[in-house]
Each structure stands twice: as C-alpha cells, then as structure tokens.
Nanobody
Framework: VQLQASGGGLVQAGDSLRLSCTAF?????MGWFRQAPGKEREFVAV????????SYSDSVKGRFTISRDNNKGTVALQMNPLKPEDTAVYYC?????????????????????WGQGTLVTVSS
C-alpha cells in the first residue's frame, strides 16, 4: 500500500494550504499527523471510511478540515488560517481495518500504513 501526500510549502501566517493524499481503494479510516522539529509525531485529524465522521486535535479544531473522496481515492486536509506553530512535516496514514463503520482512531498505533510526509512551513 502506497500513500502519496502532497501540497506542502512555505506560507505566511494567516494563509491557507490544502494537503492531499492519494489512497485509492483503501476502505478504512484515514488520518493526518504531523511532526515538528524536535517533537514527537502528533495526531491532527481523522475521517472514517465513509467520510461521515471526523475528529480533530484541539490545536487545529476550527481551522483545519479533513475530507475524503472515495471515488477519486483521495483524502484532503484544508488548513486555514495557518499559524507558525503549524510548521511540521505532515503525514497521511491509513488505519488498521475495523468492522465498525464509524471507526476513526486518534492514536499513532492504530495506523497500519504511512505516507512519506510533506513539509509545511509557516512564517510569522
């Protein structure tokens, strides 16, 4: 399984970015995580396999939106407005398969596949 994340870049505080992850055929919950320099990887957002349920970390709630298009096999993370503390490498990940249609995990250990990461840098 290959996950391909894209859309990162250098922006100013208050700007927006849209990250995309290609995950065609993966009928499972999909999440975004991030890792800032010197810090551990942390949960950002998750969407269940149908797209009907989402969850966010407190640090991005109200600013980021996760969505998926199962026909296109993509998962997106719309980020607006960005803050300098959002600077990190962002990873998309596919959760372990689960029979619960509402399954939307937030722990790193619940994810089976990881993309290569895309760098987001927000200047002040």
């Amino acid at each position: 399984v290959q996950l391909q994340a894209s859309g990162g870049g250098l922006v100013q505080a208050g700007d927006s970015l849209r990250l995309s992850c290609t995950a065609f055929g993966l009928n499972r919950a999909m999440g975004w995580f991030r890792q800032a320099p010197g810090k551990e990887r942390e949960f950002v957002a998750v969407v269940n396999r149908s797209g009907s349920r989402t969850s966010y970390s407190d640090s991005v709630k109200g600013r980021f939106t996760i969505s998926r298009d199962n026909n296109k096999g993509t998962v997106a993370l719309q980020m607006n407005p960005l803050k300098p503390e959002d600077t990190a490498v962002y990873y998309c990940a596919a959760a372990f398969a689960n029979p619960n249609a509402l399954y939307a995990p937030v722990k790193n250990s619940s994810y089976a596949y990881w993309g290569q990461g895309t760098l987001v840098t927000v200047s002040s």
